[in-house]
């Protein structure tokens, strides 16, 4: 009942809500990217959503596009910008995704929406996860975010679907607000992707 009737609804009054709130931080952080990126300050990229279908997720941007000789892009951990980690260690860089879940692409709290890449190396369980709009922040990002294995992350995303409640986003909710401000779980060394682990286990 809670996730067809009121969830959404709720969602979307909390984001507006939310961007209403927060405009003036919202405004300052895209001001001061857009100096400290030399240009847009914001970064999109497709990922699945609800169902698998394919959205443009908004972020603050957190790298520059440093490029060498031969006009490649550096390696990310190269690119990444004193600024650009102060906004992954606050979340700030997070806040855009407000709008996301203001149009309905995503809600609130649910599994956070990966790589498009990583579609085929989901096994036939963990697909669940795209039952639902992935989420702001879930229940795997408040047990050790990027710290957990694959197969323990994706299998807290199932089991937050299958046991979706209001008292359950309620919980997910006051442990985020608790874990940003605390900026606990903010992984420093480099997450193997998605489909390097299971290429590397022969999924």
Not at 8 to 18: E, I, K, N, V, W
Not at 27 to 46: I, R
Not at 182 to 193: G, M, N, W, Y
């Amino acid at each position: 009942m809670y996730e067809r009737c009121f969830k959404r609804p709720l969602d979307c009054f909390l984001a507006t809500g939310a961007l209403v709130a927060l405009s003036p931080v919202l405004l300052t952080l895209t001001v001061v990217g857009a100096a400290a990126m030399g240009g847009n300050p914001f970064f999109t990229q497709e990922r699945p959503g609800k169902d698998e279908k394919i959205f443009k997720l908004l972020k603050f941007r957190t790298m520059n596009n440093k490029k060498d000789a031969d006009g490649n892009l550096l390696p990310d951990e190269q690119r990444l910008t004193a600024y650009g980690k102060w906004l992954r260690a606050t979340s700030l860089d997070e806040l855009p995704e407000l709008i996301n879940i203001a149009k309905g692409d995503m809600a609130i709290i649910g599994p956070r929406p990966l790589l498009v890449k990583y579609l085929p190396y989901y096994r036939d369980e963990e697909r669940a996860r795209h039952a639902v709009r992935p989420g702001l922040t879930g229940l795997a990002q408040v047990n050790g975010r990027n710290n957990l294995l694959w197969d323990d992350r994706l299998h807290m995303d199932v089991e937050y679907v299958n046991h979706l409640t209001f008292g359950e986003d309620l919980s997910i909710l006051f442990k985020t607000v608790y874990k940003v401000i605390k900026r606990a779980d903010v992984a420093e060394k480099r997450i193997t992707p998605l489909d390097e682990a299971r290429q590397q286990e022969g999924k």
